[in-house]
């Protein structure tokens, strides 16, 4: 028999938006469920230091941040379902969800925190080397290259930390970016020019990955010079795609208004969608900021917004009643 699960605030994604909105939400009493997503605790997993989030003087780990937020969410009664939604029904409340497991999310409101996901370049050469050398997250991959060359895609924040976090591994790290200057922050910037294990290559986009054969792997990366149009070849054993995210929204597609490029829209100041009792909070509806702690207060707005929600719809069911 198919198991139901179902709650007064359903929330898909255990990032910090939707562990934020899980305190939030169990403290005003909703017991909420988190279905956690494929990626339990979010994008800081996949990270190290983290020294940007308020309330700790040291430099932070990212999983470790991300299990203290999932084990406050459980002390004050979210409960947490390892699952992975791939079907929606926000046609009528409560809403329908249903899970990769086969069980059905039933909620009387719905928080959407889904966040995003990795981009990469969409080269067949890519495709065909993740994972034996091209990889988009150096902190899961950066170790098998321990004493090896590696090279870092893109010129933002992810990029320049990407690059910094390998020069513990390598002392020969390659930082590709397609312009002449970076996106990322300056004083990660200033870290990175002051950092004699990486060079800079500018204006250099990549053609391929290329591929040494066999069980060797990537061997090297064949770039463009954007300016001459000149072809050169730097010798890598690793790759590292670190050019931004998508907004994990494909599953909301025709269901739920998103803007051009993808991401949830929301009323002005709010995290209202266009489906009244369905809120977006963090990465998923934010593509300026894209901060955990921006991400978090989003989660908080989203389900102080679903708990008035849901008292005006209960006022309202008492006073329809009543007539
Ligand atoms: P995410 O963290 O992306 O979490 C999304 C959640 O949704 C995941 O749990 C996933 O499993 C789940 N999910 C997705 N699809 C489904 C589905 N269909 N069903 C159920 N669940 C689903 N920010 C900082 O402030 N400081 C930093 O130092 C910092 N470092 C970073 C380093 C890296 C390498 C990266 C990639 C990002 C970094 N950021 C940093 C940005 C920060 O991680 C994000 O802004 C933040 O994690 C966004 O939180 P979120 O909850 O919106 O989404
Ligand atoms: P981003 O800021 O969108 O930067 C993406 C970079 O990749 C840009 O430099 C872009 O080049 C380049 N790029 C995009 N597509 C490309 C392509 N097809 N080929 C080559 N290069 C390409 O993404 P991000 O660095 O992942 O950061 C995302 C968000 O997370 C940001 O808001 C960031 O502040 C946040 N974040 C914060 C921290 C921190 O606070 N410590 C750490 C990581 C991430 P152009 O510059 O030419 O567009």
Redesign the pocket.
């Known amino acids: 028999m198919t198991a139901t699960h179902s709650t007064r605030m359903l929330i ?7 562990l934020s909105a899980a305190i939030y939400g169990a403290r005003a009493g909703l017991a909420p469920i988190v ?10 997993m ?2 190290t230091d ?1 020294e ?2 308020p309330g700790f003087r040291e430099v932070i780990q ?1 999983p470790w941040l991300m299990q203290e937020m999932q084990a406050q969410a459980e002390a004050v009664g979210a409960q947490m379902l390892w699952d ?2 791939v079907e929606v029904d926000v046609s009528q409340r409560p809403f329908r969800m249903v899970g990769d497991s086969g069980t059905v999310y039933v909620g009387d409101t719905l928080v959407i ?4 996901q990795a981009k990469w370049l969409g080269l067949d050469s890519e495709k065909l080397l993740q994972g034996k050398g091209v990889s988009a997250c150096a902190t899961c991959d950066g170790f098998f290259f321990r004493g090896k060359k590696v090279a870092v895609i893109g010129g933002g924040n ?1 990029a320049v ?1 990407e690059a910094l976090y390998l020069t513990n591994h390598s002392h020969d790290v390659t930082l590709i970016h397609r312009r002449d200057s970076l996106r990322a922050e300056k004083i990660l910037q200033k870290r990175l020019f002051a950092n004699d294990k990486i060079t800079t290559l500018w204006n250099k986009k990549v053609e391929r990955f290329i591929d040494g054969g066999g069980v060797t792997g990537l061997v090297g990366i064949e770039l463009k010079d954007m300016e001459t149009g000149e072809l050169s070849t730097l010798d890598v054993d690793g790759g590292f795609v670190a050019i931004g995210h998508h907004p ?1 929204t494909e ?1 909301f597609r025709g269901h739920i208004a998103l803007d051009d490029d993808g991401y949830i829209t929301v009323d002005k100041g709010t995290t209202r969608t266009n489906v009244p009792g369905v809120f977006a909070c ?3 509806m934010d593509k300026h900021y ?4 921006t ?1 978090a207060g989003t989660g908080c707005m989203a389900a102080l917004d679903a708990e008035r929600f849901l008292a005006e719809a209960d006022f309202e069911q008492v006073a329809e009643a009543a007539e």
């Open positions: 898909l994604g255990s990032g910090p938006a939707g279905v956690q997503g494929i990626q339990p605790g979010g994008q800081l996949t990270t983290v940007n989030y990212g992975t939604i925190a889904t966040g995003a992810t930390e994990a599953l963090g990465d998923v894209r901060q955990a702690i991400a």
